[in-house]
């Protein structure tokens, strides 16, 4: 009877701590999408998701968050704002996310992540108002 009992506990230990283990390996981070494994095609897609869920306090109003659209419309009276209060830098670290996470990731605007980068980042060189809608040649 001690034999059964004691084999019954060292299972029942085993089964736990397994349950453990794939219950850990499951784990997504929503605010640290970085971190994820990105395994599979459809993970990367998710982290490249959450990615853009992030939000700052300096970046306030429309430009706040960049969207699976890859759309942002600035114009030229709004680019000094833009630019100097946060909702570049903002807008750089969402996009490094997003192409740490999934390098091949497209916008709906059939723009990749470095088309959109590199509009953001000479619009503020320059100070002049962009837009991303952009239309890739078929």
């Known amino acids: 009877m001690k034999i059964v009992r004691t084999s019954f506990h060292i299972c029942f230990s085993l089964g736990i701590f397994f349950l453990m283990l794939l219950n850990h390996a ?34 306030t109003g429309q430009y706040t968050k960049l969207s699976l659209a890859g759309y942002l419309n600035v114009s030229n009276t709004e680019i000094n704002n833009f630019c100097q209060k946060g909702c ?6 969402v996009l490094k996310c997003i192409q740490d996470v999934k390098r091949d990731f497209i916008f709906a605007t059939k723009a990749n992540v470095s088309v959109v980068k590199n509009m953001t980042v000479k619009a503020c060189a320059n100070l002049q108002g962009f837009s991303t809608n952009y239309t890739a040649n078929a």
């Open 26 to 59: 499951n784990a997504e981070y929503r605010n640290y999408p970085t971190m994820n494994d990105n395994l599979s095609p459809f993970e990367g897609w998710r982290s490249a998701y959450f990615c853009m869920l992030n939000h700052s306090s300096a970046c």
């Open 88 to 93: 570049y830098d903002h807008t750089l670290l």
